[in-house]
């Protein structure tokens, strides 16, 4: 069997296994398990309303699993996609809310704000790693707490007089799109899904056909040699790291000028940056992958919200379901193997 | 006579592939038998076959004329049959005896019984004329004794067949006849030995019989009594081959290369590179011969701008390139075939086209206002390819799923055809088999008779004896010798080499 059909075959056998395993808990558990899913389905597509919930969902998805897979691709793991995100997040509405402009200039502003946050947030580990070889996982997991409480405190002190949440946006930084919430039914879906689908074309034509990108991923395959071929390894590291962050930094402007309109003070994670991580596995790092990815994961988040209402099932089920998905991705190697024995016996 | 080792019509297939065909390898008791062909040719397969890693398709085994079915390694360590590395499988901060005794611990109510150990491998290392010390730690003892340890642990676990996959890659000649006088006394003592090689030299001088394969099919067993290094080479590239690299008379002319007093450090800050002086003129093939770490890789590493220099200066046509970055280096005209393939040379998950421009990538026509134009990188790829005989299924192929030989002459290809004024090859035949040597060797004196200098770093004495036009012998970091390969031999190279005589005499030009 090519190793092609086996990339593409792994994740599919990974979310059937997901689902199966899903479906016996929910037996196990005294569920009916066919009007759970029926449920799921109904609640990410039963109506355009649940639609364009979905696909709002999907496009902070797809921004974060870009950034994930893009630090991959060239070597890195950027954990710290939350934390860029959460600051994109805070750049966006602090553009949003902070200036009086035409909206041809202003959401473009508070759009590539997020960007240079999530982008600057993302350097420092950049950086550290490139300078330091300080390694990348532990910088970006400390820079997720310190993006939370950082941002916390300028909402709460700076954005704010002692409230929990920013004024709302100006109308002229927002994403949201009067037609796309008149086909939905007055969903929060908005313009930035055509922003997210924008990113996929940049990550594909950066890696694939620039200069820089071959760059990019030769540092990632093989340092040694890329340094024996005269590439700057180093900058190539803080680099790749900053075209991530900039990815994860729109995640956060999906939420900032999009879905929200505010910022408010945050309990904890989003999780739509440790989500991304997820995306980015299921997806195989490939841009369409990742689309791919995003609307199952978008979907099955959206979905869940209606199991109880509709089945009496707990909407936390759907988070086995996806830890099961992704826990079978990364046993990918079990799948192949179990791929090997049956096409061999077909053979036979 | 009695075979202690019988592998008959053995046959292992991998997806794809025939890895062994109807491979018959009998082993005399007392006999060193060796196991000849390419590198691919199916060597490893049949002796992990032997050593229980991988079960046969076909065929059977016989050990002291007994069928035996062996299905892991410890089967074979149980019928006594034992594995000295190529690269050795020893702990660096553990003693000899630690090492030796790892697995096989003897124990005293929980407790290692170190002195009843330390005899024991003491007694067997008198036995067998190892002379090693079994209290020195691994990491102060040198590569030869290291191999000794390696051979002691198999003797330690009783073996009585030896196998010895590549054991002379790694050592000086001095060391190589030791280590043929170790294997004359271990037949003595009644052991058989399997040796893997591809060095036709040793097989005509320690060998009762070898056994050939080629592209995975046995091709017969000789007693090499009756038998020739040509016959041997023929029969394992299945043509003829040529050994004495012909080349004209060199005609150096105008210093292309110029080193003065180099001072280079290793990465732990130590001088390993001290005071080195050294010239290569164009059209001139100048030899590094040295043991290994002596200073070569990092003078290497300084002349390409890979490591930055301590003081001295380096001088490409006369200007200074000491500390410049690497990408100047190269486009000042200095082309590098580096030591390690695989760390260096490719980046393996990338296309062998891909590969084929990485040190051109950035330039016109690959690249446009910096997007990739993939057309011409593969049309260039598929030329060199043609050019280079580099055997692979397209240019598409991952640089991964090619042979050593065909990863090499890519290589080499991408380097010669930038035709750099200095080429520098670092071990560029290191593992590969005879007729990829030949091509190499034609294509470095193809360089040198356009006029090119040519820096030739290697281990293999022949190799630099053959190719050089000059020789510079290296040690501790200096060059301490210049000698015309036409008046040296490799004993008076040896000695040089180990800093066991000083020949400063018509040294530094």
């Known amino acids: ?175 949201r799109s009067p037609f796309f919430e008149s086909l939905t039914d007055y969903s929060r879906m908005h313009w930035g899904i055509v922003i997210a689908l924008i990113c996929v074309f940049i990550m594909w034509f950066i890696l694939e056909r620039t200069t820089r990108g071959f760059e990019l991923k030769a540092v990632g395959f093989n340092q040694h040699a890329s340094d024996y071929a005269g590439m700057n390894v180093k900058r190539n590291i803080i680099l790749s790291m900053v075209i991530s962050g900039a990815f994860a930094g729109l995640a956060g402007a999906m939420e900032g000028l999009g879905t929200f309109g505010y910022a408010s003070i945050k309990g904890g994670f989003t999780g739509v940056g440790f989500d991304g991580i997820a995306v980015a596995l299921l997806g195989a790092n490939s841009p369409i992958g990742i689309v791919l990815a995003a609307i199952l994961f978008g979907s099955l988040k959206v979905g869940a919200l209606n199991m109880p209402l509709q089945a009496g099932v707990p909407n936390e089920l759907v988070d086995i379901i996806i830890a099961l998905i992704v826990f079978f991705v990364a046993s990918s190697y079990l799948i192949r193997l179990i791929i090997k024995r049956f096409s061999k016996k077909g053979v036979k | ?127 067998y004329g190892l002379s090693v010390d079994p209290q020195a730690k691994i990491s102060d003892i040198s590569v030869g004794m290291q191999q000794r340890v390696e051979i002691l642990k198999t003797l330690y676990r009783g073996a009585e067949i030896l196998i010895f996959d590549e054991p002379t890659a790694v050592l000086t000649p001095q060391e190589i006849n030791e280590l043929i006088q170790i294997m004359k006394t271990l037949i003595k003592e009644g052991k058989s030995i399997i040796l893997i090689t591809h060095k036709l030299k040793e097989i005509m001088e320690v060998c009762d019989q070898v056994t050939v394969i080629r592209k995975g099919e046995g091709i017969g067993t000789l007693n090499v009594k009756d038998t020739n290094p040509n016959e041997l080479a023929s029969l394992m590239v299945g043509r003829e081959v040529t050994f004495k690299t012909t080349k004209k008379e060199a005609n150096p002319k105008d210093k292309v290369l110029e080193i003065n007093d180099l001072l280079v450090k290793d990465s732990r800050g130590i001088d390993a590179v001290k005071h080195l002086n050294l ?100 049309v260039k790829a598929k030329s060199l390819i043609k050019e280079f005989d580099v055997r692979t299924p397209s240019e598409y192929t991952l640089a991964r799923s090619l042979s050593g030989g065909n990863q090499q002459k890519a290589i080499i290809g991408r380097e010669v055809d930038r035709n750099p004024d200095l080429l520098i090859a670092a071990q560029p035949t290191r593992g590969l088999d005879v007729g990829a040597i030949e091509f190499i060797h034609k294509r470095l004196i193809d360089q040198r008779d356009q006029g090119k200098a040519v820096l030739l770093l290697s281990f293999e004495l022949e190799e630099i004896m053959n190719v050089s036009d000059r020789i510079a012998v290296i040690y501790e970091g200096e060059i301490i010798a210049i000698v015309d390969p036409k008046e040296t031999t490799e004993q008076e190279l040896g000695l040089l080499m180990a800093g066991s005589i000083e020949k400063k005499a018509g040294g530094m030009n």
């Open chain 1, 1 to 175: 069997m090519s190793s092609r059909l086996q990339n593409i075959l792994v994740p599919i056998i990974a979310v059937l296994l997901g689902v199966l395993v899903g479906t016996i808990i929910m037996i196990i558990s005294g569920f009916d398990a066919v009007a759970g899913f029926v449920a799921l389905w109904d609640g990410a597509f039963g109506e355009s309303y649940f639609t364009g919930e979905t696909v709002r969902q999907i496009t902070p998805y797809i921004l974060a699993g870009l950034a994930v897979a893009f630090a991959f691709r060239t070597g890195l793991f950027n954990i710290g996609v939350e934390g860029q995100l959460i600051v994109g997040w805070l750049a966006a509405v602090w553009v949003g809310v902070a200036f009086d402009l035409p909206k041809i200039i202003h959401l473009p502003l508070a759009v590539l704000a997020a960007a240079a946050a999530g982008a600057f947030w993302a350097f420092i580990p950049g950086f550290l790693k490139a300078k330091y070889r300080v390694h990348e996982v532990i910088v970006t997991i400390m820079l997720n707490y310190t993006a939370l409480h950082i941002t916390n405190y300028i909402i709460r002190t700076v954005l704010s007089e002692k409230s929990d949440r920013t004024e709302s946006i100006a109308e002229t930084a927002s994403l």
């Open chain 2, 1 to 127: 006579m009695e075979y202690v080792i019988e592998m008959l019509n053995i046959r292992k297939e991998f997806p794809g592939i025939v890895a062994n065909n109807n491979i018959n390898l009998q082993v005399k008791k007392g006999e060193i038998h060796a196991l000849l062909g390419e590198n691919g040719a199916g060597k490893s397969t049949l002796m992990n076959v032997l050593f229980g890693l991988y079960q046969p398709e076909k065929g059977e085994i016989k050990v002291n004329g007994k069928a035996v079915n062996i299905t892991n390694p410890n089967i074979a360590n149980d019928l006594g049959i034992g594995m000295v590395h190529q690269h050795f499988m020893l702990i660096d901060k553990f003693t000899v005896t630690e090492n030796i005794i790892l697995g096989k611990e003897i124990t005293s109510g929980g407790k290692i019984d170190m002195k009843k150990a330390e005899n024991e491998v003491r007694e067997i290392s008198k036995r």
């Open chain 2, 279 to 378: 010239e290569i003129r164009q059209g001139e093939i100048v030899g590094i011969a040295g043991v290994d770490g002596n200073g070569q890789t990092e003078l290497i590493e300084a002349i390409t701008g890979l490591r930055k220099t301590a003081g001295g200066s380096i001088k490409l046509n006369g200007k200074e390139i000491g500390n410049l970055v690497t990408r100047k280096v190269t486009e000042a005209g200095v082309g590098h075939i580096p030591q390690d393939r695989h760390k260096h040379g490719l980046v393996l998950d990338f296309s062998i086209g891909e590969n084929m421009v990485l040190q051109t990538y950035y330039q016109k026509p690959y690249s446009k206002y910096g997007v990739m134009n993939d057309k011409e990188i593969f």
